[in-house]
């Protein structure tokens, strides 16, 4: 099973400042099989990056992602107030999929 | 704009059996893998296991003992079972397209 451990686990930051969010696998991702989700609180995760670095229809491109192997990125270039949510990292080129354990971006 | 629904029971005794079902809208049930996902405080987001059109599941080996995952294409729907449920799988259950599309979740409470 491969294992995502995400860093740092709390981020404080202000709008408009640059958010940098890390993820690292025990071992390599195939193929860059790596999603990232933004979750808000009572609401159902949403996508916001697949395969590593491709963001699907409607997410802005404040959003990017970077990486391959075992490290990878989530960069929000300047917050907005409504992204201020936990984020997850998701592996799905290996059974069974796993997910990391989060990132909160929260307002300092 | 494909949207997913599930229904099922949301209070169970320990030792029962879960059930949920999840419907599919508005899209094709073919060429995808149909995930059921499960999020708790304390351990996180887990997948549980997925099935696709043909029936071909993939399960959690930590579930894969108590796990069913069925589908029926005729009606755009694909089902959870777990058996033998404990306090431990307390938790919001959801249904989902792989990575992007998900149900609204499911409270699900094992309590005697």
């Known amino acids: 099973e491969i294992v995502l451990t995400q860093s740092p686990g709390t981020l404080s930051l202000s709008p408009g400042e640059r958010a940098t969010l890390s993820c690292r696998a025990s071992?390599?991702?195939?193929?860059?099989?790596l999603a990232w989700y933004q979750q808000k609180p009572g609401q159902v995760p949403r996508l916001l990056i697949y395969g590593a670095s491709s963001r699907p229809t409607g997410i802005p491109d404040r959003f990017s992602g970077r990486g391959s192997g075992t490290d990878f990125t989530l960069t929000i270039s300047r917050l907005e107030p409504e992204d201020f949510a936990v984020y997850y990292c998701?592996?799905?080129?290996?059974?069974?999929?796993?997910f990391g354990g989060g990132t909160k971006v929260e307002i300092k | 704009q494909v949207q997913l629904q599930q229904w099922g029971a949301g209070l169970l005794k320990p030792s029962e059996t879960l059930s949920l079902t999840c419907g599919v809208y508005g899209g094709s049930f073919s060429g995808y893998y149909w995930t059921w996902i499960r999020q708790t405080p304390g351990k996180g987001l887990e997948w549980i296991g997925e099935?696709?059109?043909?029936?071909?599941?993939n399960y959690n080996p930590s579930l894969k003992s108590r796990v069913t995952i069925s589908v029926d294409t005729s009606k755009n729907q694909f089902s959870l079972r777990l058996s033998s449920v404990t306090a431990a799988d307390t938790a919001v259950y959801y249904c989902?397209?792989?990575?992007?599309?998900w149900g609204q979740g499911t409270m699900v409470t094992v309590s005697s």
């Open positions: 998701q592996q799905y080129g290996n059974s069974p999929l796993t």
């Open positions: 099935i696709n059109h043909s029936g071909t599941t």
């Open positions: 071992q390599s991702v195939s193929s860059s099989y």
């Open positions: 989902a397209r792989r990575l992007d599309i």
